[in-house]
């Protein structure tokens, strides 16, 4: 379906842009991360997607960290539909080198007409504090990603699923586990200002929770602490 395959100059100062930004601590080896990547891959289709839809769902395959100065994006809307009282889209974001396959983001968008959300309760004495993103953060990240969706704007603006990515990335790397192969749900839109926290279940289900229900959930498939998990 629709798309766009473009070369891409991997720069570093619009890393250091976003590492001060979001106060990101670890240090990559390259100028960028691959969130950061997958962030300009997605800002391909921003012209295709209408306003008013939240990414539901994303499945992260990285096949190696080991990225050059240049890469070519490729960005497509593969499948869109609708049932019942909800559209979506499934879009694919492909990160190559030459024929190499270097990373894959698949992201499933959503927009109900009308949004009544089942919210799971969870409450547990493990969750640690994790962040508290701000309007300001959310702001930033609108005009450094150039969506400027109106879901994230205004007096009660949502947090960017990919700013979410963003920070699980960076919190996760200091611990040395990289997403290698990972999904993400997005169970419910976290609103700026909202205290966020985390929840490990064993060693490959992450949770994220505000207002004691369970906001995000991260699941690490396969190989992703130092090329394995304990």
């Not at 894959?104 to 962040?131: G, H, M």
């Not at 929840?199 to 505000?210: A, D, M, P, Q, V």
């Not at 369970?214 to 998990?229: A, M, S, T």
Request: charged letters at 30%; a positive charge; glycine letters at 6%.
């Amino acid at each position: 379906m629709e798309g766009y395959s473009i070369e891409y100059d991997i720069d570093g100062n619009l890393y250091c842009i976003f590492k001060k930004a979001f106060s990101l601590r670890y240090h990559w080896n390259m100028d960028s991360t691959p969130v950061m990547i997958f962030i300009e891959a997605m800002h391909q289709l921003l012209d295709k997607v209408e306003d008013g839809y939240f990414i539901a769902k994303q499945v992260i395959k990285i096949n190696t960290l080991d990225i050059g100065k240049k890469v070519r994006l490729e960005s497509n809307i593969e499948k869109s539909g609708r049932l019942k009282s909800m559209s979506y889209l499934i879009c694919n974001c492909e990160v190559r080198d030459g024929h190499k396959n270097l990373m894959d983001l698949e992201s499933t968008l959503i927009k109900k007409d009308q949004y009544n959300l089942k919210e799971k309760f969870i409450c547990t004495a493990d969750k640690k504090f994790f962040k508290i993103v701000t309007k300001d953060d959310v702001r930033q990240f609108c005009d450094l990603s150039g969506d400027y969706n109106y879901v994230h704007r205004g007096d009660k603006p949502v947090v960017q699923a990919m700013l979410i990515l963003l920070l699980l990335e960076d919190y996760l790397a200091l611990k040395k586990i990289y997403m290698y192969d990972c999904k993400i749900t997005y169970v419910k839109p976290i609103s700026a200002g909202s205290s966020i926290f985390l929840y490990w279940k064993g060693n490959r289900e992450l949770f994220g929770i505000t207002d004691n229900r369970v906001c995000f959930k991260l699941e690490l498939r396969g190989e992703n602490r130092e090329g394995k998990l304990s």
